[in-house]
């Protein structure tokens, strides 16, 4: 699976968009970008996922670049509950799915 | 909550025990997942069953086993217990193995080992 660069920190205020990048410029071209967070201490949560075209859910935004060497998650109304560690990951569909989790971002969403 | 449940919450014993870490999936999914989360490695993978058997395997140690029983559900023995096996130990579910299918965590079981 493709390495992922993030930054390991960032600042948001509450009620503005936070966008998160995210570089993975030796992805493959079965490889797909993925979206997770983690509250605290709690489980891991899916977010959001894409291959090439911009993906929109209740939760999210990804905007992935023409060439796929980078994306940016895009949380349009941040709340406090936004306040996370977010990682990107890359990986392959199909067969075994594990994840593999970098360091992530820690988002820290300010009143 | 994502229907993923894990049992216990907290757990603390000594080195050298031996403890069993269980994990019920989200209904219909028939693979499950454990990863474990320390301070210093961060959230890694152990293993990946799939109806039964085991699918992939991660950085597991020896000491440290798992089964998914016919009711799908999952354990996760750990045994000769070390300081360092102290960490979060999370499960999660997916549909299967073909496919993308996005993972649903437990809330995890947080392991002292004293």
């Known amino acids: 699976d493709a390495k992922t660069t993030q930054p390991p920190s960032m600042d948001c205020a509450e009620g503005r968009a936070a966008n998160l990048p995210c570089n993975h410029s030796?992805?493959?071209?079965?490889?797909?970008v993925y979206w997770y967070r983690q509250i605290h201490s709690q489980g891991p949560q899916y977010i959001i996922h894409g291959l090439k075209n911009n993906e929109t859910n209740e939760m999210a935004s990804l905007i992935i670049t023409e060439d796929r060497k980078s994306s940016t998650l895009i949380l349009p109304h941040a709340t406090l509950r936004d306040t996370a560690v977010y990682y990107c990951?890359?990986?392959?569909?199909?067969?075994?799915?594990?994840?593999?989790f970098g360091q992530g971002t820690r988002l820290t969403i300010n009143p | 909550d994502s229907g993923v449940t894990q049992t216990p919450k907290h757990l603390i014993t000594a080195t050298g025990q031996r403890v069993t870490l269980r994990c019920s999936p989200r209904?219909?999914?028939?693979?499950v997942y454990w990863y474990q989360q320390s301070l210093d490695q961060g959230l890694q993978f152990l293993i990946q069953?799939?109806?039964?058997?085991?699918?992939a395997k991660g950085n597991i140690l020896e000491r440290f086993s798992a089964q998914q029983f016919p009711d799908l559900h999952s354990e996760l023995n750990l045994s000769s217990l070390e300081l360092g096996d102290s960490a979060l130990y999370f499960c999660a579910s997916s549909v299967g193995t073909l496919g993308l299918n996005e993972q649903y965590f437990g809330p995890g079981t947080r392991l002292t080992v004293t």
């Open positions: 209904s219909g999914d028939l693979s």
């Open positions: 990951i890359v990986r392959v569909g199909g067969g075994a799915q594990k994840l593999v």
């Open positions: 069953y799939y109806n039964g058997e085991e699918r």
């Open positions: 030796t992805i493959s071209g079965n490889e797909y």
